[in-house]
């Protein structure tokens, strides 16, 4: 795989630090720019970028110089960690010159030629590209990965949903606190407390896990078909999203089947032995009390999701917890996998 210049945009966010920890040493990708607000283009990424990861900032990141968001910025790929009205305004103005736009941002997500995905779940909604492409006169792409909640629910529940079909869900979210971004909830209402909101939250987990667990059918996502409730909770912790999940499946399995069904699950990232891919999807553990986000959040470099405590739920059927590291998997190290699948199945070029 040759090397492909990338940009990320946003780059001083969060999540723009998180791509740039994910591709300063990739094999397949090189950072050629990092973009920012007008303010502070021009000026060294070091100087202006407080880090907020562990390792420190990579030297690549440290000595380079940022540039504003421009529609001809020297990259084949951009990956996207703007705000949404920077968003709105520059993914497909860059898309339509011919850049490889992979989104963290809602703006696109759900729109009708725009794939939203999971790369173990869905990648066959990267085939929407070419109706993308035509429909808009573009010569690039946007592709999104998803809300960190619903990647999270969508990739446990994936194998389930494949091998038996879902009837109803309900799931209850315990949501990181740098899921807010930096400085993200302030102290004083973090600690010793639970909010029980997080604005448009659960409206997207509703409408994007339909989309994953749903359908290409050569011209449009025709959306899952099931009943799903969502109850979206911040919560002091640092990282790490748990979900507890209860379904209603098709035909009731067996618990045993079920947790079959997870433990062998895998996708074209694990077929094709994709850089960022987790050898393990999906974690099963069978203590009483995991998975916990201090404990569990870094399997896998953080892209897999943990799934414990496995049991009967006498509502609904079975019910189970699931972790995942919601700015690794649910965030830039989804888009990074994903970006990663669609250049080794040719969709992005030679």
């Known amino acids: 795989m040759r090397k492909r210049k990338v940009a990320v945009l946003g780059a001083t966010g969060t999540v723009g630090q998180r791509f740039i920890g994910l591709l300063a040493d990739h094999p397949w990708f090189e950072i050629t720019a990092l973009t920012t607000s007008d303010a502070k283009?021009?000026?060294?990424?070091?100087?202006?970028?407080?880090?907020?990861?562990?390792?420190?900032?990579?030297?690549?990141?440290?000595?380079m110089k940022l540039a504003p968001t421009t529609d001809d910025l020297d990259a084949e790929i951009c990956f996207s960690a703007l705000p949404s009205e920077a968003a709105a305004q520059h993914e497909a103005a860059l898309a339509k010159t011919g850049h490889h736009v992979f989104s963290n941002v809602k703006t696109h997500r759900m729109?009708?030629?725009?794939?939203?995905?999971?790369?173990?779940?869905?990648?066959?909604?990267?085939?929407?590209?070419?109706?993308?492409?035509?429909?808009?006169?573009?010569?690039?792409?946007?592709?999104?990965?998803?809300?960190c909640s619903a990647i999270g629910f969508a990739l446990a529940a994936a194998p389930l949903h494949r091998s038996f079909g879902i009837e109803r869900a309900v799931v209850t979210t315990m949501q990181a606190l740098s899921g807010a971004g930096y400085p993200g909830v302030p102290s004083l209402d973090a600690l010793d407390n639970v909010v029980p909101y997080i604005a448009e939250e659960e409206e997207k987990m509703q409408l994007e896990t339909r989309k994953?667990?749903?359908?290409?059918?050569?011209?449009?996502?025709?959306?899952?078909?099931?009943?799903?409730?969502?109850?979206?909770?911040?919560?002091?912790?640092r990282d790490g999203h748990t979900e507890a999940v209860s379904l209603t499946l098709r035909g009731r399995p067996s618990l045993?089947?079920?947790?079959?069904?997870?433990?062998?699950?895998?996708?074209?990232?694990?077929?094709?032995?994709?850089?960022?891919?987790p050898a393990r999807p999906i974690v099963l553990r069978d203590e009483q009390d995991r998975p916990q986000p201090v404990l569990d959040r870094d399997v896998e470099r953080g892209m897999a999701a943990v799934v414990g405590r496995l049991r009967e739920d006498p509502v609904l059927g079975i019910k189970y917890v699931v972790l995942t590291h919601n700015t690794i998997r649910g965030?830039?190290?989804a888009s990074v996998l994903n970006a990663e699948l669609l250049a080794a199945e040719g969709c992005l070029g030679s």
């Open 41 to 63: 283009a021009g000026r060294r990424y070091g100087d202006v970028a407080p880090w907020h990861w562990p390792g420190g900032m990579p030297d690549i990141a440290r000595e």
């Open 111 to 147: 729109d009708d030629d725009v794939p939203l995905i999971i790369a173990e779940v869905n990648p066959e909604h990267a085939d929407a590209l070419s109706v993308q492409r035509q429909r808009r006169k573009w010569t690039g792409s946007i592709v999104t990965n998803g809300n």
């Open 212 to 237: 994953f667990l749903g359908r290409w059918d050569g011209r449009r996502f025709v959306d899952a078909d099931f009943a799903f409730s969502a109850h979206c909770n911040r919560v002091s912790v």
């Open 256 to 277: 045993a089947d079920a947790a079959d069904a997870m433990r062998a699950f895998r996708g074209r990232p694990q077929e094709l032995d994709l850089p960022t891919a």
């Open 331 to 333: 965030a830039a190290g």
